[in-house]
């Protein structure tokens, strides 16, 4: 499964934009992308999931460069209710079997 | 709407006890989960299933054992607890098909051992 990487935590105000990074490197050909949003003391739970270019829900966007050695979340006019831990995973989405190894995750604090 | 329902929100054991901590999910998912979650740790993958009866080690199956078998219930066991188990666990399930693997999670269950 490949590694990702995220920023440890990210800082915002109500209304902007938040963008949240992801490097996984060693991608594969299969691997799919997922972004998890937690809450304390809650499950995660699914925001997007995408395999290459952009795809948009009514929570977020989510963006892959060609080479998808990197992907962005996007949050667009961020709320205090976002205040979250986000997690990048990847990994076959279609394989039985496959486990989920999710990392320590973006802390993201939004602030009035 | 569909559920992924943990038997316990909050329980409280002694060292040494065994301790059972239940799942259950209704979406008829072949994929269920165990994870555990500390802080600064993010969540850690104990074991899983792909289906009844089977199951294989995650990253950290040392001290547990899990049981499957029924479709719909994955359950977690502590043999013989220890503080260091003290922690959140998190049980997930996924549908593998022809859709992509989107974990469903329960509310977590969290476990204080004395």
């Known amino acids: 499964l490949a590694k990702t990487t995220q920023p440890i935590s990210m800082d915002s105000y109500e209304g902007q934009e938040v963008n949240i990074t992801c490097s996984h490197n060693?991608?594969?050909?299969?691997?799919?992308i997922t972004w998890y949003q937690q809450f304390p003391s809650q499950g995660p739970r699914f925001i997007i999931q995408?395999?290459?270019t952009k795809v948009t829900n009514e929570v977020a966007s989510l963006f892959i460069p060609a080479d998808r050695k990197s992907s962005t979340l996007s949050l667009p006019r961020v709320s205090l209710s976002d205040t979250a831990v986000y997690y990048c995973l990847v990994g076959d989405m279609h394989q039985a079997g496959t486990a989920l190894i999710f990392g320590k995750g973006t802390t993201l604090s939004v602030s009035s | 709407d569909v559920k992924v329902t943990q038997s316990s929100r909050y329980l409280v054991k002694r060292t040494g006890e065994k301790v059972f901590l239940e799942c259950v999910q209704d979406m008829d998912h072949e994929n269920m989960f165990w994870y555990r979650q500390d802080p600064g740790l993010g969540l850690r993958l104990i074991y899983f299933s792909y289906d009844v009866k089977m199951k294989e080690k995650g990253d950290i199956p040392e001290g547990y054992s899990v049981s499957r078998e029924k479709k719909e219930r994955f359950s977690l066991i502590l043999e013989s607890a220890s503080t260091n188990q003290t922690s959140m666990y998190l049980c997930?399930?996924?549908?593998?098909?022809?859709?992509?693997?989107?974990?469903?999670f329960g509310a977590g269950s969290r476990l204080t051992v004395l």
């Open positions: 060693n991608i594969a050909t299969n691997d799919y």
């Open positions: 997930a399930s996924s549908f593998t098909s022809t859709a992509a693997n989107v974990l469903t």
């Open positions: 995408g395999y290459k």
